[in-house]
């Protein structure tokens, strides 16, 4: 830690002292702006100097226009300084944790951002990691790689974890809102980091008996989750040969009040965290022995969506007399979930890398992600094609006029997110087949 600076001239009254966000994201950034707006002076640190300089001329590098007009009214100082997290006495890690090809959890940006916080952060300091990890890494990497050089915890700094619960483009619950799971190693580092959360969130804050439960918690809401959109895409592949329609049989089981929770097929899971998390508890367990049958189960069905959905659009072509080699498919859909930008781990790019296998002539139209798509717009891209698959429900793409898609000379349709209606698509004439419907 460096030496704790000059006492800096007299801040202004409104500023209740000074936070450091490291990873400016999706995570990163409307924490930054929530502290900002609580009054918090913000100091955010970005890898990319043009980033740096468009969230500090108010404008967000993530396409979302509810974090954008936020950010237009607040103040964050983003820079590619560490220096500058010498002034701040709380720092939060909001970087990513990815997997790697081998579905290994990738700490490298972790480590990046704690050696920062080592060798830049005044004594004392607050260490509060948001990413997601599995339980065991607050205590068994951060915390040696803050100790290094004879720093001690609770004396030249306190760690903790509040694991980020960020739902993007979720108009409802936001980071102002949603409850948060904290722990910390010391009653020390608690207590300070349960008053940084009182003072800039809006929603309760549990404390866990550690921080390694703090990390699990977070493991298992994702894994939750995995598991339960794997099993109902089992349901799904099973329905449709036994000629059941999935979703009515969903819009059944809700009919119970209790001890049933929606979730629906889909060509694939898709995001940064359900599609991920839950290998880290693969591998972490793997360390001591322990094999998670049901949590790899989960993620292979899952996994096996995008092959799934191809397969149906060579059957669909089949019925319809065409072979797959040499038709033109267009593939409506990147983002990894409706009315978002965000593409990491998408199931889209799975099902466009079979298709081309496959010999398909593939166009491409997202409107969140004009720059990889390959036509400008729905239009021209169904003049184009004589197959669509749908991967992402995307407002535009739910409320496409489906008179349109037989205007176009569109002949088969799958619906990798079941946006549509069979009977209403095969009125037309048209071969439709969704993911257990
Ligand atoms: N998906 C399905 N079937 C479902 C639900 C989702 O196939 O029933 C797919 C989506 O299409 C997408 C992927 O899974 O490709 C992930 O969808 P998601 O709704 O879980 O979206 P995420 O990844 O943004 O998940 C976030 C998570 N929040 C955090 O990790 C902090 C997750 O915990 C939330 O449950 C989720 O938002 C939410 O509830 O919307």
Redesign the pocket.
């Known amino acids: 830690m460096a030496r704790r600076p000059r006492a800096p001239r007299a801040a202004p009254r409104r500023v209740r002292g000074t936070v450091g966000i490291i990873g400016l994201g999706y995570?990163g950034l409307p924490l930054a702006c929530l502290a900002a707006e609580k009054g918090f002076r913000v100091v955010g640190l970005v890898r990319a100097p043009e980033k740096a300089q468009q969230i500090r001329s108010g404008h967000s590098p993530i396409r979302d226009p509810r974090l954008q007009r936020w950010l237009s009214k607040v103040s964050i100082e983003a820079t590619t300084d560490p220096r500058s997290l010498r002034a701040c006495r709380t720092i939060v890690i909001c970087v990513p944790t990815p997997v790697d090809a081998l579905h290994n959890p990738d700490l490298g940006p972790v480590r990046e951002a704690v050696e920062l916080v080592r060798r830049h952060a005044p004594r004392g300091v607050l260490v509060i990691l948001e990413s997601?990890v599995n339980p065991g890494v607050s205590e068994e990497v951060v915390l040696p790689l803050l100790a290094r050089g004879g720093h001690r915890e609770g004396r030249d700094f306190h760690l903790a974890h509040c694991?980020?619960?960020?739902?993007?483009?979720?108009p409802h619950?936001t980071v102002r809102n949603?409850p948060r799971v904290l722990g910390a190693l010391s009653p020390r580092g608690l207590k300070r980091a349960r008053t940084f959360y009182a003072a800039i969130l809006e929603a309760a804050v549990t404390s866990m008996r550690s921080i390694r439960e703090a990390e699990a918690v977070?493991i298992i809401?994702?894994s939750f989750?995995?598991i339960?959109?794997a099993f109902?895409?089992e349901i799904a592949k099973s329905f449709t040969k036994l000629g059941i329609d999935v979703l009515d049989v969903i819009e059944g089981a809700k009919t119970k009040p209790f001890a049933f929770m929606?979730?629906?097929?889909?060509?694939?899971?898709?995001?940064?965290?359900?599609?991920v998390?839950p290998y880290y508890l693969i591998e972490k367990a793997k360390q001591v022995g322990f094999d998670h049958k049901f949590l790899k189960l989960a993620r292979e069905i899952?996994n096996s969506?995008p092959a799934y959905t191809v397969d149906l659009l060579v059957r669909a072509l089949n019925d319809v007399g065409r072979p797959v080699k040499g038709t033109r498919v267009g593939v409506l859909g990147l983002a990894?979930?409706?009315d978002?930008e965000?593409t990491r781990?998408?199931?889209a790019f799975e099902v466009i890398r079979l298709l081309k296998e496959l010999g398909a002539r593939v166009e491409v139209f997202d409107p969140y992600v004009p720059e990889q798509s390959t036509q400008p717009s729905l239009p021209a891209l169904l003049a184009k094609v004589d197959a669509i698959v749908l991967t992402?429900?995307h407002t535009p793409f739910r409320t496409l006029p489906l008179r349109d898609l037989k205007r176009a000379g569109v002949r088969a349709v799958v619906d990798g997110?079941n946006v549509w209606k069979r009977a209403d698509v095969e009125r037309l004439g048209l071969r439709y087949q969704g993911i257990g419907v």
Do not use: F, L, Q
């Not at 694991?163 to 979720?170: C, F, L, S």
């Not at 929606?262 to 899971?269: E, I, R």
């Open positions: 995570v997601t694991p980020e619960r960020i739902n993007p483009g979720d619950w949603i977070k809401e994702n989750r995995d339960n959109i109902i895409n929606a979730h629906y097929p889909s060509c694939g899971v898709g995001g940064h965290c359900i599609p998390d899952n969506m990894y979930k409706r978002i965000d781990e998408s199931p992402t429900d997110k």
